[in-house]
């Protein structure tokens, strides 16, 4: 597609609940990362992909959160036994990952957890 | 870490007025990125501007790397120009990641 895309867009789920969020990166992208934004931490970075290396995973914030990508294109964010402060928005971009690592973003998906 | 501050945090501005909003760093950055978020929470890219200048129609940005700071002029402000101005600094390291700032919130009132 044109630009990065997730899904879905809005998820509201019940305290306890695992939950799985998408993002499709633009095509010939090699970089993803993931990135939170909540009202009380501003926009922070949970994890980083890049081609085949191994993720860096320093941002994630528990042992609840995991991320995949497969075929170095698509990847999952799951949040497990989900709390009410993992409410955020969830933001997924995307870059070539050259001299100019200029990253596009995609719409977010917005957590709510009652 | 490298920390990153916006100011003024909030500006209300009358539809045909300009604007300057800083970043300021506290390390040497590789990259450097001005985005809008638009009312809909889209993180719009403005500028890719490690260093130096660029101008995009009515926006232009600035970046004095040995400085440490980077100002985004706005200049004939719209009022689909509201939203949130984020700075987002790459501090290099194996990961790429961006750190933002907490943002310049705008509204331009008709």
């Known amino acids: 597609g044109a630009g990065v895309s997730q899904s879905p867009s809005n998820k509201v789920t019940e305290k306890g609940k695992d939950v799985e969020l998408r993002c499709d990166p633009i095509?010939?992208?090699?970089?993803l990362y993931w990135y939170r934004q909540s009202l009380g931490q501003g926009l922070e970075f949970l994890i980083y992909f890049q081609g085949n290396s191994a993720p860096d995973k320093s941002g994630l914030p528990s042992d609840r959160f995991s991320a995949e990508r497969t075929g170095g294109s698509v990847s999952t964010l799951t949040i497990q036994r989900t709390q009410q402060e993992d409410s955020a928005v969830y933001l997924c971009?995307?870059?070539?990952?050259?001299?100019?690592?200029?990253?596009?973003f995609g719409p977010g998906t917005r957590l709510t957890v009652l | 870490g490298i920390q990153v501050e916006q100011s003024p945090p909030d500006l209300i501005l009358q539809e045909g007025a300009n604007s300057t909003l800083r970043c300021n760093f506290s390390d040497s950055v590789n990259n450097l990125q001005w985005f809008h978020q638009n009312p809909w929470g889209q993180l719009i890219n403005l500028f890719y501007i490690p260093s130096g200048t660029k101008q995009n129609g009515r926006l232009s940005a600035t970046t004095v790397a040995t400085e440490r700071y980077s100002l985004l002029y706005i200049s004939s402000s719209q009022t689909t120009d509201s939203g949130v101005y984020f700075c987002?600094?790459?501090?290099?390291?194996?990961?790429?990641?961006?750190?933002f700032g907490t943002g310049t919130l705008l509204a331009v009132q008709p």
């Open positions: 095509s010939g992208h090699t970089a």
């Open positions: 971009a995307s870059s070539r990952q050259t001299d100019q690592n200029e990253q596009f």
């Open positions: 987002a600094v790459e501090g290099g390291g194996a990961t790429n990641k961006l750190i």
